[in-house]
């Protein structure tokens, strides 16, 4: 029998990455055109913008692959991968910087299957909750297997219907491609046995929990 599949589910997904690959790769597309029209003439900011916007969607896909990939469940990798895969997306616009160790302390002494996956879908999940801009930490949280991201910046919020997609408690038909990204991030919690919440805990501050599964 074969197993079901959501395709309003597949349908948001591929809209929200399509709507986040398609000014970076639209980008590159007119610069090209744009150089090929003018040649050695079109001058250094054609270039430059050619490469950053490549640059752009190249991250864009290697951490929507880890997010969403079955290979970003692979336990070969690794915390400084993660910490990569959102550099390489805020490191150029600068407007969100990390400030978190991949090798310290994360709140697991065994890191349990899909961690990795998990962090970057909660890490995408705080650069949301930061219009802008700000910064990114993780951490270990005060009980075993348990792990903090923290998102502070100015007016650093949870959309309006991101709790409910992450819990699972949206009505399906209210779902947009806007939630979607915290809806699969509750789905894949769901599936490998975490438990994921979003709180506000200042003015300027969200914290997303992470509880591990149990070793």
Same mark, same amino acid.
């Given at each position: 029998?074969?197993?079901?599949?959501?395709?309003?589910?597949?349908?948001?997904?591929?809209?929200?990455?399509?709507?986040?690959?398609?000014?970076?790769?639209?980008?590159?597309?007119?610069?090209?055109?744009?150089?090929?029209?003018?040649?050695?003439?079109?001058?250094?900011?054609?270039?430059?913008?050619?490469?950053?916007?490549?640059?752009?969607?190249?991250?864009?896909?290697?951490?929507?692959?880890?997010?969403?990939?079955?290979?970003?469940?692979?336990?070969?990798?690794?915390?400084?991968?993660?910490?990569?895969?959102?550099?390489?997306?805020?490191?150029?616009?600068?407007?969100?910087?990390?400030?978190?160790?991949?090798?310290?302390?994360?709140?697991?002494?065994?890191?349990?299957?899909?961690?990795?996956?998990?962090?970057?879908?909660?890490?995408?999940?705080?650069?949301?909750?930061?219009? +802008? $801009?700000?910064?990114? =930490?993780?951490?270990? #949280?005060?009980? !075993?297997? /348990?792990? &903090?991201?923290?998102? +502070? $910046?100015?007016?650093? =919020?949870?959309?309006? #219907?991101?709790? !409910?997609? /992450?819990? &699972?408690?949206?009505?399906? $038909?209210?779902?947009?491609?806007?939630?979607?990204?915290?809806?699969?991030?509750?789905? &894949?919690?769901?599936?490998? $046995?975490?438990?994921?919440?979003?709180?506000?805990?200042?003015?300027?501050?969200?914290?997303?929990?992470?509880?591990?599964?149990?070793?």
């Amino acid at each position: 029998m074969s197993t079901p599949i959501d395709t309003g589910l597949l349908e948001l997904l591929a809209s929200k990455i399509c709507h986040d690959l398609i000014s970076p790769i639209g980008a590159v597309n007119n610069g090209i055109e744009f150089l090929t029209e003018m040649g050695a003439d079109a001058g250094d900011e054609v270039t430059d913008l050619i490469a950053f916007s490549a640059s752009q969607a190249s991250a864009k896909l290697k951490a929507y692959r880890m997010a969403y990939g079955a290979g970003g469940a692979d336990d070969s990798i690794k915390p400084e991968e993660a910490h990569q895969a959102i550099q390489d997306i805020v490191g150029a616009e600068k407007k969100i910087t990390q400030s978190w160790d991949p090798y310290g302390d994360l709140g697991y002494e065994d890191r349990p299957k899909a961690f990795c996956k998990m962090l970057v879908c909660a890490l995408l999940l705080g650069m949301d909750c930061l219009p +802008k $801009g700000g910064t990114l =930490s993780v951490g270990a #949280g005060a009980n !075993a297997n /348990l792990t &903090l991201v923290s998102a +502070k $910046g100015p007016d650093a =919020s949870i959309r309006e #219907g991101n709790a !409910a997609a /992450l819990n &699972l408690s949206m009505p399906r $038909g209210q779902l947009e491609p806007k939630y979607v990204h915290a809806y699969i991030t509750g789905v &894949l919690a769901e599936h490998y $046995g975490y438990k994921l919440s979003v709180t506000k805990t200042g003015d300027d501050s969200v914290e997303i929990t992470m509880q591990l599964p149990a070793a």
